[in-house]
């Protein structure tokens, strides 16, 4: 079992930062990738960024450039760090360790990150 508690949401303006995180406790030996996913209103919940423990990341197209994932030495926390947000970025977002030998996701609760004016 893992379980994920993510912080760092909050309310910014156009054009500022945020930095999410995500703090993983029980057993991640096995896990293949963290990823952070995100809900907008009214829309399903999308993959934004991914990195494997073998340090490759992927993002999605909307926010290259933008955001940038990365985990610590230990791999039990994952970090998304989110510059030049846009109205759009609006979600509750969502920190994923996945196992993909086994299809398994484990999720955390989820951050409220607004981007308004």
């Known amino acids: 079992q893992v379980r994920l508690a993510e912080s760092g949401g909050g309310l910014v303006q156009p054009g500022g930062s945020l930095r999410l995180s995500c703090v993983a406790s029980?057993?991640?030996?096995?896990?293949?990738?963290m990823e952070w996913h995100r809900q907008c209103p009214g829309k399903q919940r999308e993959l934004v960024a991914r990195?494997?423990?073998?340090?490759?990341?992927e993002y999605a197209n909307a926010v290259k450039g933008r955001f940038t994932i990365s985990s610590d030495n230990t791999d039990n926390t994952v970090y998304l760090q989110m510059d030049s947000l846009k109205p759009e970025d609006t979600a509750v977002y969502y920190c994923?360790?996945?196992?993909?030998?086994?299809?398994?996701?484990?999720w955390g609760q989820g951050t409220q990150v607004t981007i308004s004016s």
């Open positions: 994923s360790f996945a196992r993909y030998s086994s299809g398994t996701h484990y």
């Open positions: 029980g057993s991640i030996s096995t896990i293949s990738a």
């Open positions: 990195i494997t423990r073998g340090g490759f990341t």
